[in-house]
């Protein structure tokens, strides 16, 4: 099936792209919270370490074979890192600094997840920034090379309390270094059909960048690329999400006690996630505030996409999912259908809390069709959770795009 992005302009998709990145930030900020509610911080901070460590290497790779930047330098992790639902650009600021080949260094001008975490308290930042990062930033390296390390300069919790940039880190690849092996759960993600889904390669005649082969620039300018290559990196960032999932649902799995309570705390990620990002989508392309405008965020939504994994379509006021590679997975889809609405109905009433939907079907063959009902629903707890998150309602600013070169 071709890509949904693919009805969208290229000006649209350079818009589009950065706010999925960003969406995908936002999946722990929905779901962790029903994590420490279940187990506590410091298993919170193990699911997040597994959730990350099993599929970034993935999806880094990806990326990279997606955009013709493979290689095993600095260059190549930083270009990485850009396209990277943890680095989400701006949210996430980072700014680099490429020495050689295998000298790098990069700091943070801004961290948004952050900025949510230090109002929370010492220990929940130590988490995040010790317990959290130190592995899964050498788990993000080792899809490059095995032998890069990641390591901080100074780190939160800051000293000053407002000490500026928030975090600086090296990063330097050397022969001597042990080589990082992937931990566990990559090697269940690894044999997920989302970590293999073949997606349409890009046109490299369509005008505009094909690739990303070329310098490191500051900050990617989505707009330099070719329409072909921005519905490519969109479908990528969606498949980004799913495995983060995968790997979030294989991580909350192995510590509930029965099947459950690991469907409730996945669906609860789910719900949170569909709300917030329908709600990002629909601003970002100013869609109406209609049933059209909320099928149409529905149709680009992550949740749905890529074609090529999620078998869904829209037609009129319809949603129809068919079996997939996204449903033998048991990706997001699979937490929706007859038997769960509330993701669906999180997603439409984020454009209009008058709209629900009524779904018949099988689990893995269903039908969705949007009403409209007198009254409006209130914002589902588990979306108002996730906009705990300044993610929720960051936006983004113009940035010139300029080449990085060797210090």
Known sequence: M????????????????????????????????????????????????????????????????????????????????????????????????????WHGTFHLDHCGALMDVEPMGESYVRSMCHDIEDPTFDATAVATNPKAQVRPVHRPPRAPADRHPHCAWTVIIDESHPPVSPLAPYYVIERTRAAVVELDPIDPGDEGAADYAGDLVSDVDFGAFSHSALVRIADEVCLQMHLLNLSFVHAVRTRSSDEAQATDIATKQLIGIAGIASERIHRALGLPDTAEGALRALELHPLLNPAAYVAASVDGYELTVEPSDATADGAWIAFCGPHETRPLQAAVRAVDPHLDVDVSGSAEAWTATLVRRDEPAPEAGEVAVTRFSTGASFAFEPRTSIPITVI
């Open 2 to 101: 071709p890509s949904h992005y693919a009805s969208l302009s290229r000006d649209e998709l350079a818009t589009l792209v950065p706010e999925l990145l960003l969406i995908g930030q936002l999946i722990d900020r929905s779901g962790m919270a029903w994590c420490i509610s279940a187990w506590g911080r410091e298993e919170m901070a193990q699911v997040a370490i597994e959730e990350w460590a099993g599929s970034s290497p993935i999806y880094t790779r990806r990326m990279q074979r997606a955009l013709g930047y493979e290689g095993t330098d600095i260059v190549t992790i930083f270009k990485g890192l850009q396209l990277d639902i943890g680095a989400p650009p701006q949210f996430m600021d980072f700014r680099y600094d490429v020495q050689d080949r």
